[in-house]
């Protein structure tokens, strides 16, 4: 009898190893694919949308290279988030209203270091505001590039002039992702190459929800969606995921909530710290 109760007991343990291991396994999975974007670069440590800045989001394991476009007087696409170039420049006005000289001489780092004196470096001062094309040459082709379309209402032709650089350079459009908060734009995209992949961008500013209609109309162009962090729920996101989307919000910056969104199901998410992304996939 006392040796039929320890085969018993073993095999329980047996079960209880396989479980807990397995358990492990799919928690290790869970966070392997979570998609780790580096928001406009490593901008927690860096000048925002400088070459540096998108180095060090590699250098610190972000997934992809995050970029915001406008589109200078004479049609050149560059990285800035801002419509106006006063809070990320030593430069004033309106993108739209300077040409790609005029902005290649204004200084793209010096804010920075007097915004974060903690993250402060004298290389900062004097960096410029790059092209994307700039962008596409020094990370090639393979790189994994998170493009977004900035206002495109303000700037026509930006779409068709995305998709030409994206062809002139080859890029690997499995390794694409272009999002807007335009529908509009999106579908531009959508119609001129149907192979692209693309992300709906949303902004809540109360309690996140998301109808069945409006699930399957951002299907019918977008294979995921991006919406703001601070208003999601587990329901939210296990319907979204549940549908077949993709979810990546923006912008997560505590490693607690990183934690509680990855537990949640998200399938990715954008952070200025793409190190401490890195170290919540690795457990840390």
Same mark, same amino acid.
């Given at each position: 009898? /006392?040796?039929?109760?320890? %085969? ?34 490593? %901008? ?19 997934? =992809? ?7 200078? /007087? ?26 790609? $000289? ?16 903690? =993250? ?74 149907? %192979? ?15 109808? $069945? $209609? ?28 549940? %549908? ?41």
């Amino acid at each position: 009898m /006392k040796r039929k109760w320890l %085969s018993v007991l073993g095999a329980f343990v047996i079960v209880a190893s396989f479980a807990t291991n397995g358990e492990t396994a799919m928690a290790k999975e869970k966070y392997k694919y979570v998609e780790n974007v580096a928001h406009r670069g490593a %901008s927690g440590y860096a000048p925002e949308h400088t070459i540096t800045s998108y180095q060090m989001g590699e250098k610190l394991h972000g997934d =992809y290279i995050e970029i915001d476009l406008q589109m200078t /007087k004479d049609g050149q696409l560059i990285a800035m988030h801002d419509e106006k170039l006063d809070r990320t420049t030593d430069g004033i006005g309106l993108v739209k209203d300077h040409t790609l $000289d005029e902005i290649k001489h204004l200084d793209a780092g010096s804010w920075f270091n007097e915004a974060y004196p903690q =993250y402060a470096k004298p290389e900062y001062v004097g960096l410029k505001v790059p092209t994307l094309e700039e962008i596409f040459l020094k990370f090639g082709k393979n790189a994994s590039y998170y493009i977004e379309t900035k206002s495109p209402n303000i700037y026509p032709g930006m779409e068709e002039e995305l998709l030409r650089l994206i062809n002139k350079y080859n890029i690997n459009k499995k390794k694409l992702l272009v999002q807007s908060f335009s529908a509009d734009s999106l579908k531009i995209m959508h119609e001129l190459d149907p %192979s692209l992949k693309l992300i709906q961008l949303l902004s809540y500013k109360g309690n996140a929800v998301i109808t $069945d $209609d409006e699930i399957t109309k951002i299907k019918e162009y977008a294979i995921g969606i991006g919406p703001n962090h601070t208003y999601l729920n587990k329901e939210y996101i296990q319907k979204v995921v549940n %549908s077949g989307l993709e979810v990546h919000p923006y912008t997560v910056n505590t490693k607690e909530r990183m934690q509680q969104l990855i537990d949640w199901g998200v399938t990715g998410m954008f952070t200025n710290f793409p190190d401490l992304l890195n170290q919540v996939k690795k457990g840390k």
